[in-house]
């Protein structure tokens, strides 16, 4: 794949970042101040961000500002994941990049460190439908280490878990000895092992994403001060199913449930997005800048 990259001469010190999230996760008017924070935030600790995008059908991995701004302004954006990236390439459009497609635009500029909010997944209702994210299979093909919270809660959270360890995926936390639900900290599943330095996770994701060439899922747990409560949670997801309008399937359904949470949570779940997302970006540049020279 030719990637733009501008990932410089030191790309395992590099904080690769989605578009899915300011493109469609957040509302747009907010992204460009998201994206200056979470840069700064790689800068404090030594990392450089490396937002990955689709322009014109060009992947890119290491987006400007300007290029962000281009995607913002633009009438529709597709989301990206690794079914779809090279058709999007081949018709010259803008994409946003999902877990999957990031990963695979991260990995090929040499990036080994990936920060987001929650892993797709398996959808509930298997027996009606086969819905499992790309974001998952994406695991088994590309070395990047992905700092998150978990998966989202709408999502069947322990098949999602138990779909990483038939894949092989080693699920590691930080902090944690429990496997997280994006808003909440715990979803009854457990991790494979606990981590509580910076340092010695980075030299382990080293050794394991170079001897297997598969990724890693690193679980940081969203503050206790940003947790929704399970009761507010039941009942927000609850009113934001019912909602949800007839038709909505595949890649469309998470938006638009994220977006109806938003607004019956009155914003507490997208300031708890935003907590949990800066929080992941954090330790994923400590990671970074711990990573071991080639």
């Excluded at 909602?243 to 019956?264: I, K, N, S």
Aim: charged share 20%; glycine share 10%.
């Amino acid at each position: 794949m030719h990637t733009l990259n501008r990932a410089g001469d030191a790309p395992h010190r590099c904080v690769a970042l989605e578009t899915t999230l300011l493109l469609h996760g957040i509302p747009k008017s907010g992204a460009p101040a998201l994206n200056a924070d979470l840069a700064s935030v790689c800068a404090a600790r030594g990392a450089k961000a490396l937002l990955c995008g689709i322009i014109a059908g060009v992947p890119v991995a290491g987006l400007t500002p300007e290029e962000l701004t281009q995607l913002l302004g633009a009438w529709h954006v597709e989301k990206a994941n690794t079914s779809n990236l090279g058709l999007l390439m081949h018709r010259r459009a803008h994409g946003a990049t999902t877990v999957s497609a990031t990963m695979e635009l991260a990995a090929s500029a040499g990036a080994r460190v990936f920060a987001t909010g929650g892993l797709g997944g398996v959808h509930p209702g298997l027996d009606e439908a086969w819905d499992v994210s790309a974001d998952l299979g994406a695991f088994t093909r590309f070395p990047v280490a992905v700092v998150c919270s978990g998966v989202k809660g709408l999502l069947d959270v322990v098949s999602t878990r138990e779909m990483l360890e038939t894949l092989g995926i080693p699920v590691v936390g930080f902090g944690a000895d429990a496997f997280p639900a994006f808003y909440r900290r715990e979803s009854g599943a457990k991790v494979d092992a606990r981590f509580d330095d910076p340092g010695d996770l980075a030299a382990y994701l080293a050794l394991e994403t170079r001897r297997t060439g598969r990724g890693v899922v690193v679980c940081n747990p969203i503050a206790e001060s940003d947790e929704i409560a399970a009761t507010d949670w039941d009942h927000w997801l609850k009113d934001a199913l019912r909602r949800v309008p007839d038709g909505t399937r595949g890649r469309a359904v998470t938006p638009a449930l994220l977006g109806l949470l938003h607004e019956v949570s009155g914003g507490a779940t997208l300031r708890a997005n935003l907590a949990l997302v800066r929080s992941n970006t954090d330790l994923a540049a400590k990671i970074a800048a711990a990573w071991p020279a080639p």
